[in-house]
């Protein structure tokens, strides 16, 4: 079954310093993975693209990791700011048929000053 | 700047209640989408529309239907509404289809509480 976990579910992290956020996922075969943001009361917002052939992504304060061995991806957050207190969802298209994404169910991120 | 609307932030309904969501987006998108967000469940697609007059199920389509009569907007319909479609609905549009990468731009989101 295709499936997409992230860890952990939330998180709590001083202003200024770093997190990692976690996905792992089973979506076989793979195309590609998306990182967004969801501000609270917000839709998503896409923050990177992970392609099979690429395994570091950075956007700004964000970099992305991808491991399409391990199927692992991390979304790592440097000097954090109190605007980045969000969601963060990881997603992942297969390649076959339809290509439904497959949502994971989020790490709720609260920076605190 | 791709803009995604939905007509209500909040909503609250009764149960039996006929509730329609509108979306509209203003990029020319083939693709529209319409999600529910729970906690603990993530996004779980409803239904979604490669064009005019063309509608897909999703995973749960079950008590929604949906109407896509202009390319720009995309109705999801809940018949009779029931508590358990208490939920976070997310409408989203892309270009072409999901399954070249393209990224799903979403409203801000609808909640709708059936009381």
């Known amino acids: 079954k295709n499936q997409v976990e992230q860890s952990p579910q939330s998180l709590i992290i001083l202003e200024g310093k770093n997190c990692t956020l976690q996905c792992n996922y089973t979506v076989s075969p793979f195309s590609n993975l998306r990182w967004y943001k969801q501000d609270t009361g917000r839709g998503p917002v896409s923050l990177t693209i992970?392609?099979?052939?690429?395994n570091t992504k950075s956007n700004g304060r964000y970099t992305a990791t991808l491991d399409a061995d391990t199927k692992q991806s991390s979304l790592h957050i440097t000097a954090s700011q109190l605007s980045d207190s969000a969601s963060y969802i990881c997603?992942?298209?297969?390649?076959?048929?339809?290509?439904?994404?497959?949502f994971g169910t989020g790490t709720r991120l609260l920076v605190s000053p | 700047d791709v803009k995604v609307t939905q007509s209500s932030r909040y909503l609250v309904k009764r149960t039996g209640e006929k509730v329609f969501l509108e979306c509209v987006q203003d990029?020319?998108?083939?693709?529209m989408f319409w999600y529910r967000q729970d906690p603990g469940l993530g996004l779980r697609l409803i239904y979604f529309?490669?064009?005019?007059?063309?509608?897909e199920k999703g995973d749960i389509p079950e008590g929604y239907s949906v109407s896509r009569e202009k390319k720009e907007r995309f109705s999801l319909i809940l018949e009779s509404a029931s508590t358990n479609q208490t939920s976070m609905y997310l409408c989203a549009s892309s270009l072409f289809s999901v399954g070249r990468g393209n990224e799903q731009f979403f409203g801000p989101g609808t909640r709708l509480t059936v009381l």
């Open positions: 997603v992942v298209r297969g390649s076959t048929g339809f290509q439904k994404l497959v």
């Open positions: 529309s490669y064009d005019v007059k063309m509608k």
């Open positions: 992970m392609t099979f052939s690429e």
């Open positions: 990029m020319d998108h083939e693709n």
